[in-house]
């Protein structure tokens, strides 16, 4: 399916970024499904019109393999609980037999007994844990009908079920209603024993209706760093411009009909002539303002390791 006729993308012109093409998909966030039984307080699916559903094993076998030749590093998250899926045995095999970096985006409250057994069958080399309170009030709140004991509870759980908290990390993304500093947040992650990144709560692509959460500061984005380094495809393997994007009206490419360089092409051609995409006309996404890479791409995987930890990745105070 091509992109929507509406929105005039570039990527016929001669013209490209001269970005070297694997930054396009430096970091992916693959959606394994977009199914989700929670109900955060935080999360726009309550305006999710795109069609709901799971990645084919086939499917992502071969977008595994693309990524992996462009030395993706992939994280399964997205509007959807990647848990949930019914076949993560095989897809954690897929990407070992790519040889292929990956790693888990959930929710605290999904760290039950049963999200520890899914994740022990999907084996993931990190696992970035969203816990956006330290007040157990507050807790209850973004996550109705939740305990913040429980979620703790299952972290170290989660812990004990890795032999070490190496690879977990707390994505502590806070709200405007926090009464907490950003020093407090990281002493009491610290005390718990897990590193902590704490990040503003902005408006999803202004989606979210709890605007009242809202921390981050909007403005019209030309130039998108994260657009530049990191690509978001969808369970029906649908490259959008954004994760943000609830409809799939930012489609950049189908990636059932060309290839992951192809896209690339594509990605680097609207870097050159600048984001045509409604949502960026008054984002508040803070990693939209990353610089775009000025420097080859790290060909080695310590390299881009390095590279993500320096440049990318949000850090405590």
């Known amino acids: ?88 045995e095989e897809i954690a095999a897929i990407c070992h037999e790519h040889g292929l970096y990956y790693g888990l985006t959930v929710q605290a409250p999904a760290l039950d007994l049963h999200g ?70 990281s002493r009491f992650w610290q005390t718990e024993g897990f590193e902590c990144r704490i990040q503003l709560c902005h408006s999803r692509g202004g989606n979210l209706l709890n605007t ?3 921390n981050a500061v909007a403005r019209p984005v030309n130039s998108c760093g994260l657009f530049a380094t990191h690509a978001f495809i969808t369970w029906q393997g649908h490259l959008l411009a954004c994760c943000h994007d609830l409809s799939g009206i930012t489609q950049v490419a189908d990636l059932t009909e060309i290839t992951v360089t192809e896209a690339a092409t594509r990605k680097l051609a609207i870097l050159e002539h600048g984001m045509p995409f409604s949502i960026c006309r008054n984002c508040d996404e803070p990693a939209a303002s990353r610089p775009i890479p000025d420097r080859p791409f790290p060909e080695s995987a310590k390299a881009r390791s390095r590279f993500l930890k320096n440049h990318c990745q949000h850090k405590s105070p």
């Open 1 to 88: 399916m091509a992109s929507p006729g509406w929105i005039k993308l570039p990527w016929r012109e001669s013209k490209v970024c001269k970005m070297d093409k694997r930054w396009a998909f430096f970091t992916v966030d693959f959606e394994l499904t977009n199914i989700c039984a929670q109900n955060c307080l935080f999360c726009p699916r309550h305006g999710l019109t795109r069609p709901a559903g799971f990645v084919s094993p086939d499917l992502f076998a071969s977008l595994a393999r693309q990524l992996a030749a462009a030395g993706s590093r992939l994280t399964f998250c997205g509007m959807g609980n990647p848990l949930l899926h019914p076949a993560l």
């Open 116 to 185: 520890l057994a899914q994740i022990a069958l999907l084996r993931p080399a990190f696992i970035e844990i969203s816990f956006p309170t330290t007040d157990p009030a507050l807790f209850s709140k973004i996550y109705p009908g939740q305990s913040m004991q429980d979620a703790i509870e299952g972290l170290h759980n989660l812990a004990r079920q890795r032999n070490g908290t190496r690879g977990m990390v707390i994505n502590a993304v806070t709200v405007a209603t926090e009464a907490a500093s950003h020093v407090e947040i």
């Open 212 to 214: 009242e959460l809202v």
